[in-house]
């Protein structure tokens, strides 16, 4: 090849990548020296995560076991109550109640006379309760003996609005409290549940 060849060959390569380079420095998407380049990738929603069950702890056992007497239906504890005990469903609307409290057999029998005349006379309250504790009997609980008392409104006016109701209450000491079991309703039913109300106190036990 003789040198006007070579330099004719020279120059159409040279002719050809500056073309190249031109086209590239036209296009607006060539990357030049000190281009910075950003990109977005997209990203499908993130998978929700699976709900997680409460695991709350498990119920306290009881501490106080008992039968139940046929016809009642037990509802278990609730708040300051060990137990509730519905008599005739929950219709009917008379329960007995299981909790633990404190005070002497006597203050606690005045309160509960109270607690079903109102503000009567405290002399006249105090003498019924009275006459309650001197009719009541004693049952055998675990080697305790529990006092079943039945307190009504006779005597008192009928202006008290306790007129055909009562309460039929028993206190079981266990150390430095007492056990109260307690029913306050109709008292026709509280005269048809006392053998049924004796035997759920006699079957009490606790730990």
């Given at each position: ?19 190249v ?7 607006g ?47 278990g ?110 008292a ?20």
């Open positions: 090849m003789n040198r006007s060849s070579f330099l004719s060959h020279g120059l159409l390569a040279a002719g050809f990548f500056a073309a380079a031109a086209a590239g420095c036209g296009d998407t060539a990357l030049r020296p000190g281009d910075v380049r950003t990109y977005t990738v997209a990203k499908g929603a993130p998978a929700a995560a699976p709900p997680r069950e409460s695991a709350g702890p498990p119920p306290a056992a009881s501490p106080v076991r008992y039968d139940v007497p046929a016809g009642w239906q037990d509802q504890a609730s708040g300051m109550r060990l137990t509730t005990l519905l008599i005739g469903g929950p219709d009917a609307g008379q329960e007995v109640t299981l909790s633990r409290a404190r005070g002497t057999l006597r203050d606690n029998v005045i309160r509960w006379q109270k607690q079903l005349v109102g503000e009567a006379d405290a002399a006249a309250v105090t003498a019924a309760a009275d006459r309650a504790l001197a009719a009541a009997e004693t049952v055998d609980v675990a080697g305790r003996p529990a006092t079943i008392v039945l307190l009504d409104a006779a005597g008192f006016s009928a202006a008290t609005g306790a007129e055909g109701q009562a309460i039929l209450a028993a206190v079981i000491p266990t150390g430095d409290d007492s056990l109260f079991v307690k029913f306050r309703g109709a026709d039913v509280a005269a048809r549940e006392q053998e049924n109300f004796r035997s759920f106190v006699a079957s009490l036990r606790w730990q």
